[in-house]
């Protein structure tokens, strides 16, 4: 078993060629140095980003429950479960920590995601999509700061949804949908991981929603991936049916799911 710290493995992202939309992200963060990965270069391989995200933990999906009990146990020996730790799995691989490990639970249920040929959303409440400039980096801010508290991530809210809005337009990744001047809706996309491009941070503001903004904001962003040869990627939240039906109606076909385990706060 290697473990590596602050470096990059990238031939480790050939263990997750038939995972490719659901771990597209620890694929893409093995490319470049992290704070720790481990692996077998076999049947296991768990990658962390920063501690403030999941850490991500792949298993095959012929694993046997002996396997995952292992893995568990390495695991939890490299990233004990003390929050904020949590961790990114396949249900099998949870289902076997849960019941070896008190006060692990599911934190979340997630489905990704790929739009191979997208859809027009039927409603069109006005306005069109901007690839976004500093001169919108308040109004994301405050878009994003408002996500975060509404998910419970309310330390250093507004500086952590500044830096971000300002990485994303300094890498002109960042996009909004603006109606009459005002950002009604924001996203961003992240670098390919080869044909793959994860669209991420989707938020409308709060006296916005429902109206559509969103859903032709990520059409939008679709096409312009599709035009460079790239097929958008996604995650959703699978308990959030509204969320999951937006993205359905625009070209989104459902390619696997995974989950998010942890200790609620």
């Known amino acids: 078993m290697d473990f590596l710290e ?31 990965i481990m692996t077998d270069h076999r049947r296991l391989l768990i990658v962390q980003s920063s501690e403030v995200y999941p850490t991500w933990v792949w298993t095959p999906e012929d694993a046997s429950a002996a396997e995952l009990t292992e893995a568990w146990r390495i695991l939890r020996q ?84 500044r830096q971000n809005a300002l990485q994303h ?39 916005l929603r429902r109206r559509g903004y969103a859903a032709n904001m990520i059409y939008a962003v679709c096409q312009v991936l599709h035009a460079r040869g790239e097929l958008p990627t996604l995650y959703t939240d699978a308990d959030y049916p509204a969320s999951n039906r937006c993205y359905a109606q625009v070209g989104f076909v459902l390619q696997g799911s995974l989950c998010t385990v942890g200790v609620k706060a």
């Open 6 to 36: 602050n470096a990059a493995l990238p031939e480790a992202a050939c263990l997750l060629k038939d995972d490719r939309f659901t771990f597209s992200v620890a694929a893409r963060i093995v490319q470049d140095p992290c704070r720790r």
């Open 78 to 161: 490299a990233f004990p479960p003390v929050p904020p730790m949590c961790y990114n799995v396949k249900h099998p691989l949870a289902e076997i920590m849960m019941k070896n490990e008190p006060g692990l639970e599911i934190l979340a249920n997630l489905y990704a995601y790929s739009c191979p040929a997208p859809i027009p959303p039927a409603k069109h409440p006005g306005g069109q999509l901007a690839l976004a400039g500093e001169e919108d980096l308040d109004a994301v801010t405050a878009l994003w700061a408002t996500f975060y508290r509404e998910i419970g991530q309310d330390t250093d809210a507004e500086e952590r949804a």
């Open 169 to 207: 337009i300094s890498a002109g990744r960042l996009y909004v949908w603006k109606d009459g001047g005002r950002v009604a809706a924001a996203c961003h996309i992240r670098e390919p991981q080869e044909n793959l491009t994860c669209i991420s941070g989707v938020v409308t503001a709060p006296d």
